[in-house]
């Protein structure tokens, strides 16, 4: 069992029965210097998605059942909205996974509430 899969565990028994009503996701990690895209390395890219998106998802997706279970049924990923503004300053691995934040944000949106848009 991953420390996310027992967490959520915890959190259900905590909940005793019933449901999450509101799930808050503050996911991030930056680096200390943003280099350009050309010059920043593999592994920096792949630890922002790793933490920003993959980990998000995995603790979203862990406690969606409690979360429908719930409720309110409210999920706040927490991201910044300047992600698309601030490519241009060079922080394109932060950027890039930010915004990926927010097209998977949008998707679940719709499958939860697939009239919104």
Partial sequence: MSDIQAA????????????????????????????????????????QFEVNVIGNQLVTLALL?????????????????LCSFLIILGRPSWV???????EINGSLRHMEHPKQR
């Fill in 8 to 47: 959520a565990e915890e959190v259900k028994k905590l909940l005793g029965g019933k449901g999450l009503d509101i799930l808050i996701n503050n996911i991030g990690i930056g680096q200390e210097k943003y280099p350009p895209a050309d010059l920043t390395e593999l592994h920096i890219f792949r630890e």
């Fill in 65 to 81: 059942p409690l979360l429908r279970a719930g409720n309110r049924k409210i999920l706040a990923n927490m991201f910044s909205f």
């Fill in 96 to 102: 890039q996974s930010h915004i990926t934040m927010e």
